[in-house]
């Protein structure tokens, strides 16, 4: 069963970066999780915290399969994630979720 891939690209607002991630961290990670998503990895770009300038976050999740992501959907209407995204958005100036499979590459 081929995982499905989620990327998100939060364009966080200047210096609240450190903050936005302590937040993922304890309030949204558990809820991921919960719905069965893997943080595979967290980057931020540019590559350090800036005071006058928004930074972008991008997290790049996993589900088991089209079944899981399903799932995952389906409970994306969840009042606690619901109440995440709007905390969150005070600290941030967009996002943006993006849904893939891994294709084939030609060698």
């Given at each position: 069963?081929?995982?499905?891939?989620?990327?998100?690209?939060?364009?966080?607002?200047?210096?609240?970066?450190?903050?936005?991630?302590v937040l993922l961290r304890?309030?949204?990670?558990?809820?991921?999780?919960?719905?069965?998503?893997?943080?595979?990895?967290?980057?931020?770009?540019?590559?350090?915290?800036?005071?006058?300038?928004?930074?972008?976050?991008?997290?790049?999740?996993?589900?088991?399969?089209?079944?899981?992501?399903?799932?995952?959907?389906?409970?994306?209407?969840?009042?606690?994630?619901?109440?995440?995204?709007?905390?969150?958005?005070a600290l941030t100036l967009?996002?943006?979720?993006?849904?893939?499979?891994?294709?084939?590459?030609?060698?």
């Amino acid at each position: 069963m081929p995982e499905v891939f989620i990327l998100d690209r939060i364009t966080v607002r200047p210096g609240r970066l450190g903050e936005y991630q302590v937040l993922l961290r304890e309030r949204y990670l558990p809820l991921a999780r919960a719905r069965g998503m893997t943080l595979v990895g967290q980057w931020f770009t540019p590559p350090i915290e800036l005071d006058d300038a928004p930074n972008d976050l991008v997290l790049l999740w996993s589900v088991p399969g089209p079944e899981g992501f399903w799932t995952m959907r389906r409970q994306a209407r969840d009042p606690e994630i619901t109440a995440w995204w709007a905390a969150s958005d005070a600290l941030t100036l967009g996002r943006e979720r993006k849904f893939m499979l891994l294709g084939e590459v030609d060698a």
